[in-house]
């Protein structure tokens, strides 16, 4: 089967965002992901690491992402942690 792309919320492409995670629970296993762009935080769930091989995400995490439909929002999947070089 092959993979499923979502259009981004904002600009109707499919296309891979990112972020840092602002927030991560590790209890009830969510948190949210702040855009590069300014556009808002994604909701994101750890169903959606471990289809990426994550185990967890830590707060400050320089991550890419892309967006699938929620109910009426979008949350983050394909989540992966990105290697960013200090600027």
Same mark, same amino acid.
């Given at each position: 089967a092959g993979r499923v792309a979502f259009p981004n @919320? &904002?600009?109707? @492409?499919?296309? !891979? @965002?990112?972020?840092?995670?602002?927030?991560?629970?590790?209890? !009830?296993? %969510?948190?949210?992901? #702040?855009? /590069? /762009?300014?556009?808002? =935080?994604? %909701?994101? &769930?750890? +169903? +959606?690491?471990?289809?990426?091989?994550?185990? =967890?995400?830590?707060?400050?995490? /320089?991550? +890419? %992402?892309?967006?699938?439909? !929620?109910?009426?929002? %979008? &949350?983050?999947?394909?989540?992966?942690? #990105?290697?960013?070089?200090?600027?």
């Amino acid at each position: 089967a092959g993979r499923v792309a979502f259009p981004n @919320k &904002h600009t109707g @492409k499919n296309m !891979r @965002k990112t972020g840092y995670v602002r927030r991560w629970c590790p209890e !009830r296993g %969510f948190g949210l992901i #702040l855009n /590069d /762009d300014g556009t808002g =935080e994604e %909701f994101v &769930h750890f +169903s +959606s690491l471990a289809a990426t091989g994550l185990q =967890e995400l830590r707060p400050g995490m /320089d991550v +890419s %992402f892309e967006l699938a439909p !929620r109910g009426a929002r %979008f &949350h983050a999947v394909n989540v992966r942690v #990105l290697d960013r070089a200090p600027e």
